[in-house]
């Protein structure tokens, strides 16, 4: 059973700071890219950065472009991300999401295996 749990989230003001973990367990996703999305109330969830495999290779949303760090560490069978210069309309459920295939990707389709996901609420 693969499993990924994120940690991380919480209630920070606009212009603050936090960052988001997520352990995967049941298998070893050392070789396979992971990525994070968001989902607002009323919106579809939108993608946010992914990470190749090897952590060498990223790729952003240009909403969070400068702003976001996406890292792995595949000792750990982890990802994080780094939101720095929050802002209101960061506010989100973040989830947190593997791939099975080599190959950064930025559609929810293409992943395939989630996380439950963790609040991030920017307050103004």
Known sequence: QVQLVESGGGLVQAGG????S????GR?????PMGWFRQAPG????FVA????????TYYADSVKGRFTI???NAKNSVYLQMN???????AVYYCAARANVGLATTSAEYDYWGQGTQ????S
Not at 17 to 20: A, E
Not at 120 to 123: G, H, I, K, R
């Open 17 to 20: 700071s936090l960052r988001l």
């Open 22 to 25: 997520c352990a995967a367990s």
């Open 28 to 32: 070893t996703f050392s070789r396979y």
């Open 43 to 46: 919106k579809e969830r939108e």
């Open 50 to 57: 992914a990470i190749s495999g090897s952590g060498i290779s």
């Open 71 to 73: 890292s792995k560490d």
């Open 85 to 91: 210069s929050l802002e209101p309309e960061d506010t």
């Open 120 to 123: 991030v609420t920017v307050s």
